[in-house]
């Protein structure tokens, strides 16, 4: 693979303008920064909706080095993340030094081809392996000797391919879902035991609040609500799966799209939160667990729109 293919799968992270850092994500990735300069590899652990990928990717932009990203998958070989002898390169020679006499030499050779693991490797950028334990413990086998050993071996058949110093900038961070999510595989003792796993867990009320704003414009007011009422049915401890920030952001955005909020539109509010938050805390769809559910957001709805009514109406009557 050519230099400018292989920079063809790198990023170059920066800060985005939008992100919300609030101490609860500072926390946490000066915690991973310091781990990572300490020489170790860093794991996010947590359920969907946790924010792993976009900490992970944070954290990323603060080592500040060129990023590739892999996607863990469960059809994933070795070859697929170190690369693989790919094409032949073929070379003639037509030798006229005596010009009566032609002599032919012919030279077919199999070329290496670089994947993305190689690519960050070599190069010494940030690898992020995203849910990597979706890919098979055999493919991820060859992660082994790159973070203990520091030297990552291919079966090239040319001996300049076959041996790979890892680069002293090289850096590596990892996400993956806990070992109960379906798709999911065990992780091997000897990796995990090669890296620092922080285990996330939903974001505090502050945030939520903040992160949920950003994404939809919406109001502190109303954004408030969104978020109690989401994190309300979390904490009911009666829904098949959590709802996470993604329902408190599309609730958020849609309410943005029709240009109303919780108290202009209650019905609408209603059954926007209703749908979303259905559809997120159940994989099944079964009628019960779906009416069930919908009991509960109601109820949250009617207390903190009340809530937020009746704050209102207090500071309405300050002022005047």
């Not at 290496?112 to 940030?126: H, P, Q």
């Not at 999911?184 to 939903?202: E, P």
């Amino acid at each position: 693979m050519s230099n400018n293919n292989e920079m063809n799968t790198v990023l170059e992270l920066k800060p985005m303008s939008n992100f919300v850092e609030t101490e609860y994500i500072k926390d946490i990735t000066n915690r991973g920064l310091t781990y990572i300069k300490a020489g170790f590899p860093v794991h996010f652990r947590g359920p969907s909706g946790t924010g792993k990928t976009t900490v992970a990717m944070h954290l990323a932009s603060k080592i500040g080095r060129p990023v590739v990203i892999i996607h863990g998958d469960a059809e994933y070989k070795t070859s697929d993340l170190i690369g693989s002898e790919q094409g032949y390169k073929y070379k003639k020679l037509d030798d006229k030094f005596i010009h009566s006499v032609h002599k032919y030499e012919e030279d077919m050779s199999k070329q290496w081809v670089n994947n993305r693991l190689t690519i960050a490797v070599k190069n010494g950028f940030t690898l992020i392996y995203d849910e990597f334990t979706r890919s098979r413990p055999e493919a991820n086998n060859i992660l082994l000797p790159i973070l203990q050993e520091r030297m990552l071996s291919t079966s090239a058949a040319k001996e300049e391919d076959y041996y790979m110093k890892v680069h002293p900038e090289f850096r590596a961070i990892f996400t993956s879902n806990p070992e109960e999510y379906a798709g999911v595989n065990r992780t091997q003792d000897a990796l995990r035991d090669r890296m620092v796993t922080m285990d996330l867990d939903h974001f505090d009320y502050e945030t939520e609040l903040k992160i949920t704003m950003a994404k939809s414009d919406l109001s502190l007011k109303d954004t408030e609500v969104i978020v109690k009422i989401v994190r309300g049915l979390r904490e009911s401890g009666k829904t098949e799966f959590d709802p996470t920030i993604r329902g408190s952001i599309m609730i958020a955005k849609t309410l943005a799209t029709l240009k109303t909020t919780p108290s202009k539109s209650k019905e609408t509010f209603r059954k926007i939160c209703q749908d979303i938050l259905t559809s997120e805390t159940s994989r099944i769809g079964s009628k019960t667990n779906q009416e069930k559910v919908k009991i509960i957001v109601d109820e949250l709805i009617e207390l903190y729109t009340s809530q937020a009514a009746g704050s209102k109406e207090k500071g309405d009557k300050m002022t005047t």
